[in-house]
C-alpha cells in the first residue's frame, strides 16, 4: 500500500536549520505534486509549500525566502530545508502526494518540528 514517512524533525534553536525528508512506498510519484503542511498547537493545518513534476515551486508567504522544496524523483522522495528557523514555526510538519488538480490523495504520519527561542 502506498505509505508517506517524514523524518528529519526535532528541536533546534532559533535561527537555526532544519531539514525535512518524506520518501513514499508504494507507488512511483515522479509525475505529480507533492506538498509540505503544518500544523501548530490550537490552529487549523495550513499549506508551507509545494513542487510539481517539473519543479515549479510554491511557498506561504509566511516561510518564502526561508524553506526550500526539492524533490529527488530517483528516490520517490521530497525534501524541505527550512533555514532562519523562528519559534512560530513551531508544528506538527507532514508531506502530501497529489495525482490531480485538487485535494491532496496520499498524506505522511507527521513529525514534530520545535524551534526554541
Known amino acids: 500500500q502506498v505509505q508517506l514517512v517524514e523524518s528529519g524533525g526535532g528541536l533546534v534553536q532559533a535561527g537555526g536549520s532544519l531539514r525535512l525528508s518524506c520518501a513514499a512506498s508504494g507507488r512511483t510519484f515522479s509525475s505529480y505534486t507533492w506538498g509540505w503542511f503544518r500544523q501548530a498547537p490550537g490552529k487549523e493545518r495550513e499549506f508551507v509549500a509545494s513542487i510539481s513534476r517539473i519543479s515549479n515551486t510554491l511557498y506561504a508567504d509566511s516561510v518564502k525566502g526561508r524553506f526550500t522544496i526539492s524533490r529527488d524523483n530517483a528516490k520517490n522522495t521530497v525534501y524541505l530545508q527550512m533555514n532562519s528557523l523562528k519559534p512560530e514555526d513551531t508544528a506538527v510538519y507532514c508531506c502530501?502526494?497529489?495525482?490531480?488538480?485538487?485535494?491532496?490523495?496520499?498524506w505522511g504520519q507527521g513529525i514534530q518540528v520545535t524551534v526554541s527561542s
Open positions: 502530501a502526494v497529489r495525482l490531480s488538480a485538487g485535494e491532496y490523495n496520499y
